[in-house]
C-alpha cells in the first residue's frame, strides 16, 4: 500500500504501464474481485507448470527408450540414473546458479520464515531439474515440484500486485491446488490437499479462489493432455461389511510402513547432510541408486505403471524383468518381490535426493502404499484362513490411502484423491478406517510428517493452530527493545543514581560485567527506591548487592517465537533480558510482544 501510495505522488509521465494498471485496479476494482482474478491466473499457471513438467519428463524418457539403446535397457539402469544427476547438478551449479531445494519443504518454509517470498530462479528450477531427474531414473515423483513452481510462480505474481502476505499466502495455496488438480484430475482433492498440507484456513474468502484455481488448472489439463488420467482405476469389487477386521489390521501395518518409511528418509538424509563436498555426495548417491534401479527396475522412475498393473490385477507385468529370474508362478515369491519393492523404493527415493536430486515424495508414497496393500491381501487370501477371498484391487487402492495418510499427515487428502481417481465412493468406509488408524498411529510415533520434520524440530512450522501460526510468522528482532542504561557489579549507590537513575526512562537496569558484557544479574527501580534517597549510603551499597537473578533469559539464536511466549507465561515477568552468543542484547517487554502479536494476527488474517 505504501508503494501505492507513492506512486500516487508521481507525475503521470513517469508512472510505468504496470503503476497505472495498480492505480486504476484500486479505482475499479475491489481487492475481494482482484483476488479472484488472480486465483484463476494462478491455477491455469500452475496448471501450465505440471504439463511442462510431464511432458518434457516423457520426452527425456522417450528418447531414453528409443531404438538405439532398446535392446540394453537393462544395462543401462544403471547409468542413467547417475547420467541425470549428474545433469541436475551441472544445471544447478552453472545454469540457475542456486539450489534447486525439495518442492513442498522449500514452499512451507517460504510460508514460515520468508512471508511468502519465493526468489525468482524457484519460478523455473523444478522446471528443468525434475525432468532430468525423473526422466533419467531418479526413483522420485514430480508433484513436488509442480506445486513448488506453481508456489513460486503465484509468490513472485503476488508481489508484482502488491498483495500483503495473507494475500500471498493464500495464493501459493491456490497454486499447491492447481498443481495437484492438472496432475491427478481430482480437483476436490487437490483443495483438500492444499487446506491440509499448508494449514489454510478454510473459509468463504478462502475457498472461493481454491475452487477457482482447482477449476482452471484442471481445465488447463484437459485441454493440453486430453482426457488420460494418470491412475485410471475403476472399482470391480464391491466393498464388503466382513473386511472392516482386515482393514483396520491394514491400518496397523500402513502405520509402521509409515513409520519405517519417515525414519529410513530421516536417517539416509542426515547422512547425506554430513557429506560436506556435493560431488561426493552425487557420486554416492548416483551409484548407490544406479545399483539399486539395477536389480530391481521397477524402481525406475515414479512407478505408476506398476501400480496401475498391480490395481488391474497383473503384478507379474511389474515383476517380470527380475535380476534374479525368480518363478513368478509361485505366489510366495510374487509376495516376496513385491515386499522388496516396499522396503527400497524408499532407500532408492532417498539416495535420489541425497544425490542432490529434485522430486517430490508424493509418487514413492503412492507406489509403496499401492505394493503395500497388493501384499497384503496376497498374504491374507493364499494362506488359506479365508472362506471367501478379499479383493486385491480394493486393498491396493486403500493401501495407498494408509501410507498416505501416515508418511503425509493428510488423511482426508488421502481419502479423496482415491475417491475420486475411482470415480466413485464405494471405498469411502474401509478408506476412512485405513486412514484414521495409520495417520492416528504414525503421528503419535513421528510428529511431523517427511514435508514437515525439519520446520517442525527447528519450530518453524505454520499449523491450524492460529495462535502458534501467528508466533511462528512473528520475527522475535521486531520486538527486542535496546535503550536500558546499564549498570556495573562494582558501581556504588551514587553512581546508579546518577548515571543511570537519573537518565534512564526505564524502571529496569541490567547488570553487566564490564570486561565480556555478559548479563550478571537485574535491578528493578523498586530494589532502589528504598536507598536512594539516603545519601549516607551512597558509598556503602554496591549494585552487586541489590542486583537478583532475572526470572527467565530469552536467547536469540535458540528461542522461537512460541518459546518466548511460553517463557512470560510461566514467569509472570513482564521484560525478560535477551541474550545472543553469551553477551547481554537487551529486553522484550510482554505489552510490546502483545501489540505486534495482534497486528500480525490482523495482517495474517487478512482483515
Not at 511442462?52 to 540394453?72: C, R, V
Not at 547438478?89 to 539450489?99: A, E, P, V
Not at 473459509?203 to 489439463?221: F, K
Not at 518409511?261 to 548417491?285: C, H, V, W
Request: charged content about 15%; proline content about 4%.
Amino acid at each position: 500500500m505504501q508503494d501505492f501510495l507513492i506512486a500516487l505522488k508521481m507525475p503521470t509521465q513517469k508512472r510505468t504501464l504496470l503503476t497505472r494498471f495498480l492505480i486504476w485496479r484500486i479505482k475499479y476494482i475491489s481487492h475481494k474481485q482482484f483476488v479472484l482474478f488472480l486465483s484463476i491466473m494462478v491455477g491455469l499457471l500452475a496448471g501450465m507448470g505440471a504439463v511442462i513438467l510431464k511432458n518434457f519428463t516423457h520426452l527425456i524418457q522417450h528418447l531414453l527408450e528409443g531404438k538405439l539403446i532398446a535392446d540394453y535397457q537393462t544395462a543401462f539402469y544403471f547409468i542413467f540414473p547417475l547420467i541425470g544427476l549428474t545433469l541436475a547438478y551441472l544445471t544447478m551449479r552453472y545454469l540457475i546458479r542456486n539450489k534447486v531445494s525439495h518442492g513442498i519443504p522449500s514452499t512451507l518454509y517460504a510460508i514460515s520464515k520468508r512471508k511468502g517470498f519465493m526468489r525468482p530462479f524457484q519460478m523455473f528450477g523444478s522446471l528443468i531439474t525434475a525432468p532430468i531427474t525423473v526422466g533419467f531414473g531418479g526413483s522420485v515423483g514430480l508433484e513436488g515440484p509442480t506445486v513448488a513452481t506453481g508456489a513460486a510462480l503465484s509468490s513472485n505474481l503476488s508481489r508484482l500486485f502488491h498483495m500483503n502476505q495473507a494475500t500471498r499466502t493464500l495464493l501459493i495455496g491456490c497454486a499447491g491446488a492447481g498443481a495437484m488438480s492438472a496432475i491427478f484430475k481430482a480437483p476436490i482433492a487437490a483443495i483438500i490437499f492444499a487446506v491440509e498440507v499448508f494449514s489454510l484456513d478454510l473459509t468463504l474468502a478462502s475457498m472461493v479462489p481454491l475452487l477457482l484455481a482447482s477449476i482452471s488448472a484442471i481445465t488447463t489439463s484437459y485441454f493440453f493432455l486430453g482426457t488420460d488420467i494418470l491412475l485410471p482405476f475403476k472399482i470391480t469389487d464391491k466393498f464388503v461389511i466382513n473386511d472392516i477386521p482386515f482393514y483396520i489390521l491394514l491400518g496397523l501395518v500402513a502405520s509402521m510402513v509409515s513409520i519405517y518409511y519417515t525414519k529410513m528418509y530421516s536417517n539416509i538424509q542426515d547422512f547425506f547432510e554430513k557429506i560436506a563436498s556435493p560431488i561426493k555426495r552425487l557420486l554416492i548417491g548416483g551409484v548407490g541408486l544406479g545399483i539399486i534401479v539395477y536389480f530391481i527396475p521397477p524402481l525406475y522412475g515414479e512407478g505408476f505403471d506398476v501400480i496401475n498393473n498391480l490395481v488391474q490385477g497383473n503384478p507379474n507385468a511389474a515383476l517380470e524383468n527380475n535380476f534374479f529370474n525368480l518363478d513368478l508362478s509361485s505366489i510366495w515369491v510374487v509376495i516376496m518381490l513385491l515386499a522388496g519393492l516396499v522396503v527400497f523404493k524408499i532407500i532408492a527415493s532417498a539416495l535420489t535426493f541425497g544425490a542432490g536430486g529434485v522430486g517430490g515424495i508424493f509418487a514413492p508414497t503412492l507406489f509403496m502404499g499401492s505394493i503395500m496393500g497388493n501384499c497384503f491381501a496376497k498374504i491374507l487370501n493364499n494362506l488359506g484362513l479365508l472362506n471367501s477371498p478379499v479383493s486385491e484391487s480394493n486393498f491396493t487402492l486403500v493401501g495407498m490411502t494408509g501410507l498416505m495418510a501416515g508418511v503425509l499427515h493428510a488423511p482426508l487428502t488421502a481419502i479423496f484423491l482415491i475417491a475420486e481417481l475411482t470415480g466413485g465412493y464405494e471405498l469411502f468406509i474401509p478408506l476412512m478406517i485405513t486412514a484414521a488408524i495409520s495417520y492416528s498411529l504414525t503421528k503419535y510415533f513421528i510428529p511431523h510428517s517427511v514435508y514437515t520434520m525439519e520446520l517442525g524440530r527447528k519450530g518453524d512450522l505454520i499449523t491450524h493452530n492460529k495462535d502458534h501460526a501467528v508466533l511462528t510468522l512473528m520475527d522475535i528482532t521486531t520486538v527486542i527493545e535496546s535503550d536500558f542504561i546499564p549498570i556495573y557489579p562494582e558501581m556504588n549507590l551514587g553512581e546508579m543514581v546518577h548515571e543511570a537513575v537519573v537518565k534512564s526512562k526505564r524502571n529496569l537496569f541490567p547488570v553487566l560485567n564490564k570486561k565480556t558484557n555478559a548479563l550478571e544479574g537485574i535491578i528493578l527501580l523498586d530494589d532502589l527506591r528504598p536507598v536512594m534517597f539516603d545519601q549516607n549510603l551512597y558509598e556503602e551499597v554496591k549494585a552487586s548487592e541489590l542486583m537478583h537473578s532475572p526470572p527467565g533469559l530469552i536467547y536469540l539464536n535458540e528461542d522461537k517465537m512460541t518459546d518466548v511466549m511460553k517463557k512470560f507465561q510461566d514467569t509472570g515477568a513482564w521484560n525478560l533480558p535477551v541474550i545472543k552468543d553469551g553477551e547481554y542484547y537487551g529486553f522484550v517487554s510482554k505489552s510490546k510482544l502483545l501489540t505486534a502479536y495482534r497486528r500480525k494476527l490482523i495482517d495474517f488474517s487478512g482483515k
